[in-house]
């Protein structure tokens, strides 16, 4: 079984790695056993290491169910002894977030009494931690964020040692261990006690500025996204980037950011009512235009028109304007290359039902559609050929009467 040195020096990050053993990994990848390793492998919330061993790089370490821990590299290396390497920055990263979210955990519990039951960590992405809680306040989060912070930059020690299943009574753990046996404890000087197996910084002030980014509601668990040091400062500069881009784009300062969106949003809508009304008064406009072009049939005005393109929407305002004029009846279609959309209005005194001649419309097409007796509205995919005898038999239908 191999023998992992990373719980005894986090921070060693170069080593002779002795390869004891190799067997074929999937996708043509090697998995090599050492007699010592300080890779981390994947367990307890936190990623694997990557880095070196000679010149095959680590792409995984994982821990299998016997014990042995397995290091997958992307090609074969025979047993031998070689120069190891652990992404140093990757590592940090873990243990920054690792350690953060210790503190973040014990900082919830003891300043609002909200229980973390879960706890995911990357090295790359936000780290989660679900507690048992209500919806937050924003003064609440705050308020938890500056008290791990504080407990931060006391640059407290963080120990590790292990204790026996019959002396965890003596030890003041935050949440109750889950594993039997030698228990693997982390303590944050006089302030978490936790069961972990995981790399952690040797003090709090190596940490960095932890940020709490946002909260959500997941599975009925109140799901906090943070981050923490190396992790932070990226966050930074990427909120610092589209503060400068968006304050360049509306000509302000990046402190005067929120005012200047404030009275762009206030002329953006102001424009928006405006163009409404616009809108309103043209299609008002091209109603009385098509009313007027309305020729006699059977007894109404009829009036048909194909727009290419038309949004059905617009078709839909235009046929509730036009079954408001005395006598009128109206066939509005558009066709976008592909669909035909169909909308038919009657004025109450025609007696006449826009359903049926929707209906008859759209049946040679297999279009569907519904509405009521002076309001109808269909469609259907249809060829471009076949559209232009569309209104042929309109006014034949509206002498029978069916």
Request: aromatic share 6%; glycine share 10%; hydrophobic share 40%.
């Amino acid at each position: 079984m191999t023998e992992h040195r990373y719980f005894e020096d986090p921070l060693c990050l170069a080593f002779s790695a002795r390869v004891t053993e190799t067997l074929p990994h999937p996708h043509g990848r090697t998995g090599a056993v050492l007699l010592e390793t300080y890779f981390y492998p994947t367990g307890g919330g936190q990623e694997h290491d990557t880095g070196m061993i000679g010149e095959a790089r680590v792409l995984d370490v994982f821990r299998e169910d016997g014990g042995r821990i397995v290091h997958v590299l992307d090609r074969a290396l025979p047993p031998g002894v070689y120069p190891a390497s652990i992404d140093r920055e990757r590592r940090l990263r873990n243990m920054q977030h690792h350690t953060a979210q210790h503190i973040l955990s014990a900082a919830f519990e003891q300043a609002l009494g909200w229980v973390t039951v879960s706890a995911n960590i990357n090295a790359d992405n936000p780290s989660t931690i679900d507690l048992e809680a209500p919806e937050p306040s924003p003064g609440q989060l705050q308020q938890v964020e500056a008290f791990a912070n504080r407990v931060i930059l006391e640059n407290r020690p963080v120990k590790s040692f292990f204790v026996a299943e019959t002396e965890t009574a003596s030890v003041p753990f935050r949440r109750a261990p889950k594993v039997r046996g030698t228990i693997r404890v982390i303590e944050v000087e006089t302030f978490d006690y936790s069961a972990c197996g995981g790399t952690h910084c040797p003090r709090t002030g190596m940490v960095g500025p932890l940020v709490i980014l946002r909260s959500e509601r997941v599975n009925q668990k109140l799901r906090i996204h943070f981050t923490a040091g190396l992790q932070t400062l990226d966050v930074f500069r990427l909120y610092r980037r589209a503060a400068h881009q968006a304050a360049s784009l509306l000509k302000a300062s990046p402190d005067d950011l929120a005012g200047s969106l404030e009275r762009l949003l206030a002329d953006a809508e102001q424009a928006h009512a405006q163009l409404e009304s616009l809108r309103r008064a043209g299609l008002d406009a091209e109603a009385g235009q098509l009313a007027g072009e309305a020729g006699a049939v059977a007894g109404v005005r009829l009036v048909t028109r194909l727009f290419p393109g038309r949004a059905p929407a617009e078709l839909r305002l235009l046929g509730a304007r036009l079954n408001r004029v005395d006598g009128l009846v109206a066939i509005l279609a558009a066709y976008d290359g592909k669909k035909l959309s169909l909308v038919v209005a009657c004025a109450p005194d025609t007696g006449l039902d826009a359903r049926m001649l929707l209906t008859r419309h759209m049946d040679p097409f297999g279009g569907r559609g519904g509405g009521d007796a002076s309001l109808a509205q269909g469609g259907g995919h249809v060829n471009e050929k076949s559209l232009a005898g569309i209104f042929s038999k309109t006014s034949g239908w509206l002498l029978s009467g069916s």
